[in-house]
């Protein structure tokens, strides 16, 4: 009587990919960094930064006597 061989047991051959195994390089991965809703948001907490920067910056700049 013969057993089925173990799919655990298997090694692959070089440069065979097997689906359970995760890829070489993230660029090979498909993740929703990408995705139109995390770009909107990175642009929007982006935006914020460089308001907030320009906001305080100004306000420095008005009520320090020294400076202008």
């Known amino acids: 009587m013969t057993t089925l061989p ?6 692959p051959a070089p440069g065979e990919i ?3 195994e ?4 993230h660029l090979e991965r498909d ?3 990408w ?3 995390a770009q909107m948001r990175d642009w929007l907490i ?3 930064m460089i308001a907030t920067y320009l906001v305080w910056m100004g306000i420095v700049y008005f009520l320090e006597p020294g400076i202008r």
């Open 6 to 11: 173990d799919k655990k047991d298997e090694t």
């Open 18 to 20: 097997w689906p359970d």
């Open 22 to 25: 995760q890829p070489d390089t």
């Open 31 to 33: 993740d929703n960094r």
């Open 35 to 37: 995705s139109r809703s």
């Open 46 to 48: 982006l935006i914020l």
